[in-house]
């Protein structure tokens, strides 16, 4: 090359594109498109020094890749004379809409490379016109390459594992090393030959439990027979017949992609019915026939009222009692979602809660709650007449917020229970996971050990905010389906039950102290695993508002609980569910079992910019603050000792070693910013800037944070968008201050002070009062709530304070006690700082006075706190 300037140029532009392509080698083996074999095009035209042909075919793949046009359309990357410029323009959203849907398979097999073309080749020729999916073969030589393609490649919905292939990757790059390591840290070593395919079948199960795997074997029928084969779906034995594979990888497909009561839905607002049922809005009639709400038929589009219907029969089914395609739709969501049972809800996980409830707790049981959930289970509670445990999560003062209730504090309530001999009435355990603000448990921690000191103890786990973590392998092992069905499997394991016995000896004699800090086993002869998850689906994937499901895996579901549990979910469903609701909840779980493991990629993805694009911005950095998970949870309970996610100083962090081990994790795709140096509170913050200005919308505040929640329709365009509005925030903060007079600086430096430094300190639950406590002698701190709640019916019985004036104080001075007769729920935080049947105390009420927020549920400033009058009290407590 000259050594000319222009020359001097050229080369530096041609090092930089053989360097990029060197690091994309590696990664693009595992993608069909372009694939090595489109790497090894650019690399030859570069070789070759065809510069014009390797520009040229570089903007072909990035013009499909960002198209999405390889999806839909064959784009040969091998012959770069003979593509047709005409299918490779982006083509328009109705040709999109309606291409056939694309995958690819990952083939484990040691091929040549012509043997991998020729293979591709005879698969595409298994192309049927009406085949409803297109897919392009990927092969990788090992079952490491396996792992880290599934791992890497969204794109990959089936697998199918021959049986000649090495054990290790050559591809050493330390990413990916780094992945591998952990979904195989125990599988790696000491695997014999024979066994690689059903080993693979196994661990590609475990991270990615929703693809397909076929195995092809060389052993005879015989040898197979009985084996454990990894949960494969189908072995094929020595064959070459790829008509017969291309139709079983369809049908695989197919079963997920399957939608029964959409298509029911669809199906019967195709088919001319006629009216005469107390539906009016049914096939849109009472709107096509209207001179004045014509407007709304323009606006919906009349399929929604095709498909507005009450009909069970026409092929739809009915979901108080589904046998037909409700029924599969909720089979197919209990694949999806690893549960047992699943069941659909219309009207939110509100609802799901109270069912689960209902249908778990008679009146006197004992349930363990934590005191920050949502009021649905509050409610619930005093439904089912539970005799409550409220238990504390850990305080996060600065920031005027709650983390999650500790295991040590579950367990020390436990624990205190078995000493009072009322371990045979608690019934249940009640978390939120994840919290509103991102703290997630260690939910097979908190299991187990519980399960050691109650063996047959429920737990309801309040996923309203993570039906999304079962599609990404990290969020995955804590989520209560999951956990359930690990721990199923751990206690019938001959290895576990040797280990308990060692463990049954090293706890003997042991005093509750001690067992505070030991780390406990169930026994497995005992334990019942017993776990519910309700999720607000519509919250976090795709349906429409309401669409919640409850996921159940309870070994005594079918003995115990299943008619309980029918008349608890007709107690709380509606008998005209809204269909469109059902409809949305069976193609939101299509969307997870085919992409969920892409969205939640890309969602943490973009969270992950998020906080590195606030954290890393001068301006921004100086008024606001990204909560680190060391801001969010305290060091004991973060083993790994991670501290944040991304900073400065150490890049990203490995956040696996955290989700595997911390008592709590955080979710990453929360993004909680501490806005206190702005000067704004929260909930200013949220209306006053965010939303009137700019449109943004977020949903929780604290008195001086906001939290951002990133969803799978999270792109990285409105991330920058958000980082464009708080750079315009700050810069306008920064031009106010400068412009200001020394007073006014005085009053922002006041105003921060306030919002980072002057905040009350959180009050734990007091307790209830004597009144609503078992006269048994037992110090135990359950509380009947169903009791105060009802007794506070009778206004005969209440009496009202301001909060203001120090009346309360006063009382309490002189001996009163002051029980709240009403949930009391300021928003934010938005759970009951007092419940009915509670001893008000005085950090309470200084809480309730420093809160400064406009909307308190169950308060009526001009009244007062209602408590309950002293003669009611008496006449309780006379009646103990
Ligand atoms: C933890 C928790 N559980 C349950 C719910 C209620 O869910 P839904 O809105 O689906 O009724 C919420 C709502 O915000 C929540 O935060």
Not at 155 to 173: A, G, K, M, T
Not at 289 to 301: A, E, H, L, Q, T
Request: some cysteine; hydrophobic content about 40%.
């Amino acid at each position: 090359m000259s050594a000319t300037p222009a020359g001097k140029a050229q080369s530096v532009l041609v090092e930089k594109a053989e360097a990029l392509l060197e690091a994309l080698e590696p990664i693009e083996a595992y993608w069909a498109f372009p694939g090595r074999i489109g790497l090894f095009q650019l690399r030859k035209l570069l070789s070759r020094e065809d510069y014009p042909a390797f520009a040229h075919l570089v903007s072909r793949i990035v013009r499909a890749l960002v198209s999405g046009s390889y999806r839909r359309h064959f784009i040969d990357v091998a012959h770069e004379d003979e593509h047709d410029p005409e299918k490779e323009v982006i083509d328009p959203v109705e040709e999109r809409a309606h291409a056939r849907p694309y995958f690819e398979v990952l083939f484990v097999d040691n091929l040549t490379t012509a043997q991998e073309e020729a293979q591709r080749l005879a698969l595409r020729d298994m192309r049927r016109a009406d085949d409803k999916f297109i897919y392009e073969a990927v092969t990788v030589p090992s079952f490491e390459d396996a792992l880290i393609a599934v791992l890497f490649n969204h794109n990959i919905q089936s697998v199918v594992i021959r049986y000649d292939f090495r054990f290790e990757s050559h591809n050493n790059l330390k990413i990916l090393q780094r992945y591998l390591n952990r979904v195989s840290d125990e599988v790696l070593d000491d695997i014999p030959e024979e066994d690689y395919g059903p080993e693979l079948c196994r661990v590609i199960r475990k991270v990615r439990p929703e693809l397909d795997t076929f195995l092809i074997t060389d052993r005879s029928v015989e040898e197979i027979a009985g084996r454990d084969l990894g949960g494969c779906l189908r072995v094929f034995y020595n064959q070459e017949d790829y008509m017969e594979l291309h139709l079983n990888i369809l049908r695989g497909v197919n079963a997920r992609y399957k939608t029964p009561f959409f298509t029911a839905l669809k199906e019967y607002s195709r088919q001319p019915t006629g009216v005469f049922h107390a539906m009016p809005i049914s096939r849109g009639k009472s709107i096509i026939r209207s001179n004045w709400i014509r407007d709304m038929g323009d606006f919906y589009g009349m399929n929604i009222f095709l498909a507005e219907t009450s009909a069970t029969s026409g092929g739809l089914d009915s979901l108080l009692d589904p046998h037909g395609p409700i029924k599969e739709a909720q089979e197919a969501a209990a694949r999806a979602f690893g549960s047992k049972h699943t069941f659909f809800a219309t009207n939110g996980t509100s609802t799901c809660n109270k069912i689960v409830v209902q249908a778990i707790v008679q009146p006197g049981d004992i349930v363990l709650v934590d005191r920050d959930c949502h009021k649905s289970h509050h409610y619930g509670m005093v439904l089912g007449g539970a005799n409550v445990v409220y238990l504390d999560s850990y305080p996060l003062s600065e920031f005027s917020m709650y983390g999650a209730v500790p295991l040590k504090e579950i367990k020390h309530r436990l624990l205190e229970l078995k000493s009072a001999g009322k371990l045979d009435r608690v019934r249940m355990l009640l978390l939120t996971n994840c919290t509103f603000d991102g703290i997630v448990y260690n939910v097979e921690r908190v299991m187990e050990e519980c399960l050691a000191i109650k063996p047959d103890l429920v737990f309801l786990w309040d996923e309203a905010w993570f039906a999304f973590a079962r599609f990404g392998p990290t969020y995955r092992q804590r989520t209560a389906m999951h956990t359930a069905a690990i721990l199923r499997e751990r206690y019938r394991s001959p290895e576990y039950r040797k280990a308990w016995m060692k463990h049954k000896k090293k706890i003997e004699g042991l005093d509750d102290a001690a067992l505070l800090t030991t780390r406990l086993m169930p026994d497995p002869d005992q334990v019942r695993v017993r776990a519910y998850a309700t999720q607000s689906t519509h919250k976090t994937l795709t349906s429409l508002r309401q669409g919640s499901m409850i996921h159940v895996h309870d070994q005594d579901f079918r003995g115990q609980v299943e008619q309980a549990f029918h008349e608890a979910y007709m107690t709380h469903t509606s008998t005209s569910p809204n269909y469109q609701i059902i409809a949305s909840l069976d193609v939101g779980r299509r969307q997870v079992e085919l992409e969920g493991f892409e969205m939640v990629q890309k969602q943490v993805e973009a969270a992950m910019a998020m906080r590195k694009a606030i954290t890393s911005h001068p301006l921004l950095s100086k008024y606001f603050r990204v909560l680190r998970v060391g801001d969010m949870i305290p060091e004991v309970y973060r083993e790994s000792g991670i501290q944040s996610y991304w900073d400065p100083e150490h890049g990203w962090n490995d956040i696996w070693d955290a989700w595997a081990q911390d008592e709590f994790t955080l979710d990453a795709t929360r993004v909680t910013i501490a806005v206190g140096a702005a000067g704004l509170d929260g909930d200013t913050f949220k209306n006053s800037v965010l939303m009137d200005k700019f449109g943004i919308q977020i949903n929780k505040t604290s008195r001086n944070t906001v939290l951002f929640m990133t969803n799978i329709g999270t792109t990285r365009s409105s991330v920058a968008y958000l980082i464009e509005v708080l750079v315009e925030i700050a810069q306008d903060l920064e031009s106010e201050r400068e412009d200001s007079s020394p007073m006014e600086r005085r009053a922002f430096e006041r105003r921060v002070k306030n919002l980072t430094e002057d905040l009350p300190p959180l009050p734990d639950f007091s307790r209830f009062h004597d009144a609503f406590r078992s006269a048994d002698g037992s110090d135990t701190p359950e509380g009947d709530l169903r009791k105060a709640y009802f007794l506070a019916y009778d206004e005969g019985k209440c009496d009202y304070f301001p909060i203001e004036d120090g009346s309360m104080e006063k009382a309490m001075d002189a001996g009163r006690e002051l029980v709240s007769t009403s949930f009391i729920i300021p928003y934010p935080p938005g759970f009951p700082i007092l419940v009915p049947g509670q001893v008000i105390s005085k950090e309470i009420l200084h809480f309730m006075r420093a809160l400064d927020v406009k909307e308190i549920h169950g308060y009526r400033p001009d009244l007062g706190l209602r408590v309950f009058s002293e003669a009611a009290l008496k006449e309780l407590e006379k009646d103990r």
